[in-house]
């Protein structure tokens, strides 16, 4: 949803109805994940993607279906040989896609969630997308952090309740995911089935060292959804203008703020970090405070494999150990033959993509079997 806000709120104010169809299950090689949305606005445009091309069409056919009986519908788009190419799904993946009618009177709720989103402030909404009964389908319950759950609720007390621990874990971690439960919210059992969207705060890349490469990394950064922060002590460097595309940028000792940032809570277990100073004055204190960190994503450290063998050594001095050190990433990046600075920031995006969802960075053309694990 976050990526079609703008326009759905731009409907939503202006007391427009909606189509809204949300990925909300995804099996072998769907092409977009959980939490994708596509629109039917009130002038039967469409904006967003469910799928990449694959079944819009239906799934415009059926928003407009939806918005007209005011039904919400959970719908399965897969491949046989009958029903391939009639709705497009040529690429071997399941769709699970839950369509909803959206308006003030439907959805009272989302002026308030655009805020939160927009502010950055954590928030999670929970939709039953399936029930054994019918009027159950399409609740809603919205999730903060230390604050009871808002919403007309899912329908009883213990689902509630269940739904609101869950969807806090989702929460925390930035994810989306549907959840089944029993009828009536019971941990044990089937039947009903809940989508959580985890609007969290944008997941941090905090980038050290304000040269050239860190610039080509902060603009991929930023196009990869990440809050850039690029930190250098040199004032000369670190500037605004040199770093257009980071959302800060910081002068002050790394490793100091690096410290600075974990004592605030500033850094979770999605922090990315990079450090491309390769100066021990920067690097080994830095790396000694973010090896330590009790949850990071990704530590990596540029540097020539001299470098790499000259940090080491000092880190080990330093005290830090073999675990610690077996979290680094260095010399950083995956091997894609690089020259340029944008070419190893693509080098370095890749190994950080392939490092959260347990890629391997092989060429697919050589390798048999599923795409996606």
Not at 136 to 157: C, I, N, Q
Not at 339 to 356: D, K, L, N
Request: glycine share 12%.
């Amino acid at each position: 949803m976050r990526e079609v806000l703008d326009e759905l709120m731009t409907w939503w104010e202006a007391g427009e109805t909606v189509g809204v169809g949300t990925v909300v299950a995804t099996f072998r090689s769907a092409p977009r994940p959980p939490g994708a949305s596509m629109l039917v606005g009130p002038d039967k445009s469409a904006v967003g993607s469910v799928s990449g091309g694959c079944v819009e069409g239906a799934v415009y056919d059926l928003a407009g279906t939806v918005v007209g009986t005011g039904e919400a519908v959970l719908e399965r788009y897969g491949v046989s040989d009958d029903d391939a190419f009639a709705v497009g799904l040529t690429c071997g993946g399941i769709l699970d896609v839950f369509v909803e009618k959206v308006s003030r009177e439907t959805f009272p709720e989302l002026g308030d969630i655009a805020e939160d989103i927009r502010a950055g402030r954590p928030v999670a909404l929970a939709t039953v997308v399936d029930h054994p009964d019918p009027a159950w389908v399409g609740r809603r319950l919205v999730v903060r952090p230390d604050e009871p759950g808002t919403g007309f609720g899912m329908g009883s007390a213990r689902a509630d309740d269940a739904v609101r621990d869950d969807a806090l874990g989702l929460l925390a971690a930035g994810t989306n995911a549907t959840l089944t439960y029993g009828p009536d919210g019971e941990r044990r059992g089937e039947g009903m089935r809940v989508f959580v969207w985890g609007f969290a705060p944008k997941p941090r890349m905090l980038v050290f060292g304000a040269i050239d490469f860190a610039a080509a990394v902060a603009r991929v950064g930023a196009f990869l959804g990440y809050h850039v922060t690029v930190c250098d002590a040199r004032p000369v460097f670190a500037t605004r203008s040199r770093f257009a595309h980071a959302d800060e940028v910081v002068v002050d000792w790394p490793h100091r703020y690096l410290t600075a940032e974990q004592e605030a809570g500033r850094v979770d277990q999605r922090t990315v970090i990079t450090v491309l100073t390769h100066d021990p004055k920067f690097d080994v204190p830095l790396l000694e405070v973010a090896l330590r960190l009790p949850a990071v994503a990704y530590v990596g450290a540029m540097g020539s494999r001299r470098t790499h063998d000259d940090r080491t050594d000092r880190l080990r001095e330093a005290g830090v150990t073999d675990d610690e050190l077996v979290r680094l990433s260095s010399p950083i990046g995956l091997d894609l033959g690089a020259r340029t600075p944008e070419e190893t920031a693509i080098s370095i995006a890749a190994e950080i993509v392939a490092a959260q969802w347990g890629g391997t960075g092989d060429r697919l053309a050589t390798r048999a079997g599923r795409i996606h694990h």
